[in-house]
């Protein structure tokens, strides 16, 4: 996981720690969805059904064509930048709750720079959009990373209160600056603004594929995986990922060491609120072409169960969403091959975040005891309540 | 141990999250009475929206359009299929596809959210028909949807305005009080039409009647928050609303919950609730804004078994009798109202009065 790297100086056969980590990772991931997929079996089994067609008809659906994968894919990748997002922060020791308002906030932001400046050429138009949603999803994010840095205010509490104003700037935007008006009189039409040009959509990535455009698989996908990269490097490898991490793990420590806590916070929240802001973009440049008013909500929520899934790796998060895609479209599958009710997914859903919290746990104590064994710094001081504080 | 145990707190905080994302609901397919005499050629496939069979309201009225055309053998029914959107709804385009893959002859999304993926996805299907509840899939390019002329859609639509005027008079005819209210599920054109007519029809018997309005959210999840809608409910009780009418989806429990605790009546909307609430609640609710769901999705159900489909919007309002108000609480709605009713009624068909759509033109 993420202990001190660097420490073995007899370096031998063994793996690498991020290796380790990984490898350890992925074993913890596999054995947690098996214990939940028993779980589940046993469930099914209590409903009356066999676990084998009802596990047979989730897989057939998200594998069974192109356009499944396609759909699962389409359906994993604003989860990726969510669960980035969330995981990202939490690393600093951190909990963004309010990716769900910042990425609402960003669809608006996106929105009006995909309607009002359209004069960019295509491939820039579209970054410049991208752009705007980065750039709207950090702005809602300073908020609650100011108020946390130098009143002290939780951020839980503070990201909360920052969704709920985020629902209404939505709606204030789409009855307002951003409404669609071009609707024929007494024409019946769902809220929701002008469409986009289409300098402002993001490409179809699928019918390189054969996958039915209907699944709207975009090439957002690839960018969130290079961002997952990113992050990954960014956590691994970079200043602020060490001094994240530090903060994260031993607030005593890394202040002592000379790290500005707040600083420190303040960065790891913007880059969130960056990422959180990707999120929508799936719905509104791929799928939609347009912000409406019924958008898919609750992703940010989401990538908070997938960022736990993907145990804040960066990497396993992209295996996660694409899990946590698969089993949500296995609601469909349930509702037309087999008589379980949907809602069995919802259930196999939580106890797979509850096993791999357990199972988690378990494993990290381990390598956590390894590397103690290496003679690794002590960080002790972890048991320290975190202060929060007035640093920089 | 304390590290373990704030290492377990945000894993429970993201649990409750998800949990509460996925909000409750359900139910289980309806069991119509298929006779041997049924159609075996055709093939219906039904896509419910957020809230589900089971919702006593909207999805339901679509259920009971399925199963009167199963039990008159217009459709088999293994022929059938329920696919209900996801808590979010973002499966909604999914579900609608996975029906079309799956080879049905007639695909009906139950709410106006299934328009666009619906306009986009039913070019692909030209031998399949597509008809979206409350829809403006056929809208087109107008709309700013990608394809026009779409031969294999049709919208079924209503005059809820209409239906909404005549609960208006029933609820300033009922008490001839000076405040009523009205609690709307998510804001917007969709829901002011109900507000529209249900403000119109209070005033065309009581001039000075004031409407207390209130909706619950901005976001269509302000339709699955019956605990918000009591609270509503109650505010505007307390406030001297004597009658509230409530067009806000499953949300709307909350107000026979409210109606209960005041003691006071209340209004249904899209099926006649009457007959869906409990004992406790059914005395309270006076009358409901009947939206024919039912008859829309039977008629064109039968249009597909006939070889009659109608491409385009059918609008269903008060004379196609799309529209209309229960009068299953004979105690409360006593027949001079009944009469007055219908008489209005009447007027509306005959064009002597024309409802608003827009509550700013009330």
């Not at chain 1, 989401?302 to 992209?318: C, E, K, M, R, S």
């Amino acid at each position: 996981m993420s202990g001190p790297r660097g420490t073995k100086l007899v370096a031998r056969r063994e793996p690498a720690p991020w290796v380790e980590s990984l490898v350890g990772q992925l074993l913890a991931l596999l054995a947690s969805l098996l214990i939940a997929l028993v779980a589940g079996a046993l469930i099914v089994i209590a409903y009356g059904e066999s676990p084998l067609v009802v596990y047979g008809a989730i897989l057939r659906f998200s594998f069974g064509s192109r356009t499944g994968v396609g759909y699962v894919l389409a359906i994993a990748t604003p989860l990726i930048f969510s669960a980035l997002a969330v995981a990202l922060c939490f690393k600093g020791g951190m909990f963004n709750i309010g990716v769900e308002g910042q990425y609402l906030v960003a669809m608006v932001t996106a929105t009006w720079a995909a309607l009002e400046l359209d004069v960019l050429p295509g491939g820039l138009h579209v970054a410049v959009v991208l752009a705007f949603a980065m750039l709207g999803g950090m702005a809602w994010a300073a908020v609650p990373a100011i108020l946390k840095v130098r009143t002290g205010a939780h951020e839980v509490v503070t990201t909360i209160m920052m969704n709920g104003i985020a629902i209404s700037l939505l709606s204030w935007a789409l009855n307002g600056p951003l409404r669609f008006t071009n609707a024929p009189e007494g024409q019946n039409v769902d809220l929701r603004s002008d469409p986009f040009p289409p300098t402002a959509l993001v490409g179809d990535l699928g019918k390189l594929f054969g996958v039915s455009r209907g699944a709207h698989l975009s090439w957002l996908l690839l960018l969130g995986i290079a961002l997952a990269v990113a992050v990954w490097f960014l956590i691994r490898r970079m200043r602020l990922g060490y001094e994240a991490r530090a903060v994260g793990q031993a607030p005593g420590s890394a202040r002592a060491g000379g790290i500005s806590i707040g600083a420190v916070q303040i960065k790891l929240f913007l880059i969130s609120g960056a990422l959180a802001g990707l999120t929508g973009m799936q719905q509104i440049l791929a799928d939609r072409g347009y912000l409406p008013q019924n958008y898919v909500s609750q992703l940010g929520f989401t990538g908070i169960a997938v960022a736990f899934l993907g145990q804040n790796h960066p990497i396993g998060i992209v295996f996660a969403a694409i899990l946590w895609a698969i089993l949500a479209r296995g609601e469909s599958a349930l509702q037309l091959e087999t008589d379980v009710p949907r809602e069995f997914v919802i259930i196999l859903q939580g106890i797979l975040i509850m096993t791999v919290v357990i199972v988690y746990q378990v494993t990290h104590r381990r390598l956590r005891r390894r590397e103690l064994g290496r003679a690794a710094i002590g960080e002790q001081d972890a048991a320290e309540p975190a202060p929060v504080g007035a640093v920089g | 141990m304390a590290r373990s145990l704030r290492a377990f707190a945000p894993a429970l905080v993201a649990l409750s999250l998800v949990a509460a994302a996925c909000g409750g609901d359900g139910g289980a397919a309806g069991d119509g009475g298929g006779g041997a005499d049924c159609n075996q050629d055709i093939r219906v496939g039904m896509a419910l929206d957020i809230g589900g069979l089971g919702d006593k309201s909207f999805n339901d009225a679509a259920n009971r359009g399925l199963q009167d055309a199963i039990a008159d053998g217009l459709v088999c029914e293994e022929n059938t299929e329920f696919i209900e959107a996801d808590a979010t709804g973002s499966n909604r385009d999914a579900n609608v596809q996975a029906l079309a893959d799956g080879g049905y002859d007639l695909i009906i999304g139950v709410g106006f959210a299934f328009s666009p993926g619906i306009n986009t996805i039913a070019p692909d299907y030209p031998e399949q028909f597509f008809a979206v509840v409350d829809g403006f899939a056929t809208c087109g390019t107008a709309c700013d949807l990608p394809n026009d002329d779409l031969t294999n859609v049709t919208d079924l639509t209503f005059k809820e305005n209409e239906g909404s005027f005549l609960v208006g008079a029933a609820a300033a005819l009922k008490c001839g009080c000076d405040t009523i209210g009205f609690l709307g599920g998510q804001t917007g054109p969709l829901i002011g039409k109900f507000e529209a007519g249900y403000v119109a029809g209070a005033k065309y018997i009581n001039p000075d009647i004031e409407v207390l309005v209130e909706y619950i959210g901005d976001d269509t999840s302000a339709f699955n928050d019956p605990t918000k809608g009591q609270a509503l409910s109650t505010k505007m009780y307390d406030q001297g609303a004597e009658i509230i009418y409530h067009a806000a989806g499953a949300s709307g429990a909350g107000l026979f919950n409210a109606a209960v605790e005041a003691g006071k009546l209340a209004i249904g909307v899209d099926s006649d609730q009457y007959q869906l609430v409990s004992a406790e609640q059914q005395p309270l609710v006076l009358t409901s804004m009947l939206k024919r769901v039912d008859t829309a999705v039977y008629d064109v159900i039968a249009q597909v078994g006939e070889g009659s489909f109608e491409p385009g919007a059918q609008v269903f309002g008060l004379a196609e009798e799309g529209v209309d108000y229960s009068k299953s609480n004979t105690a409360e709605l006593t027949e001079d109202i009944v009469a007055r009713l219908d008489e209005i009624k009447q007027m509306i068909i005959d064009g002597e009065i024309t409802v608003p759509e827009d509550p700013a033109e009330v």
